[in-house]
Structures are given as C-alpha cells and as structure tokens.
C-alpha cells in the first residue's frame, strides 16, 4: 500500500516531533512538516500532499490565512486541509475524531497518538471522512 504523503504545518515544535514520529511508525504515513505558514505553502505547492494538518494560531501568519492561500493556488486547492486547535478539546468533540465548524473541519490537539492515526486513517478510507460532526447544527 502506497503512504499518504501529510504535510504538517505548525509552529508548536514538541507537537510536531511528536505527530511526526507516531503517524510515521504506522507505516502508512509520509509526514512532511513546516514551522510556519510561508514554508508551508511552499511545501504543499512542491510536495502535492494528500492532506494537509494546519495549526490553526500561529505567529507570523494564521492558519486561516494559509488555508486561504491554499485555497486559491492552482496546484493546492484541491488539498483537504484540516485545522488542528487546542481551541477545542477531545471532550467537546465527543467520541468523533474530528469536527466541522464553519465548515471547516478541526481536530483537537489532545486527541492523543491513537486518535490522530485512527483519524488520518478513517479519513482516506471514507474519502475524506473522519466521522464529522457539526457544531453548529
């Protein structure tokens, strides 16, 4: 089975050490990472990732400002991308994996190791599921 190529942009280096290291000794992952968001574009504009994990705070520029600028590019628009917060926590996203919020689709950081691989898994089995729910439903 070919690995999912995940390009992981945030600048909280413990988490990305962390992230990086679990999804890859599942085997099934190829984790790219950038410290912030200009890198970062320019990784998803050369490396074509299959999906993308966004910090959603950051310094230099936001994760909602990279999304947009994913958004727009013609060689990135197409890559899901999911925000990552420690605005929410796994207890308010219930037994789901991950959440939807204007539309935009979030998981809480302290998802834990597990969770984040069950996720990313469940997300490129279901195209692009990973048990969604809508908080503003």
């Keep these: 089975m070919k690995k999912k190529k995940v390009l992981l942009i945030d600048d909280d280096k413990a988490f ?9 000794s599942t085997g099934a992952f190829d984790v790219t990472v950038a410290a912030g ?13 299959d999906v993308i994990l966004l910090d959603r705070l950051m310094p230099q520029m936001s994760g909602k400002v990279v999304a947009e600028s994913l958004s727009e590019g013609p060689g990135t628009k197409q890559i899901p991308v999911i925000f990552l917060t420690s605005m929410i926590s796994k207890e308010q996203v219930k037994s789901e994996s991950i959440i939807t919020i204007d539309s935009q689709d979030f998981i809480a950081k302290d998802i834990g190791v597990q969770g984040l691989i069950n996720c990313l898994t469940d997300f490129f089995k279901e195209k692009g599921s990973c048990g969604k729910i809508n908080l503003l439903t």
């Excluded at 574009?41 to 990732?49: S, V």
């Design 37 to 49: 968001g200009p890198q970062g574009i320019a990784l998803a504009q050369r490396e074509k990732p």
């Design 16 to 24: 990305v050490l962390f992230a990086k290291s679990s999804l890859e």
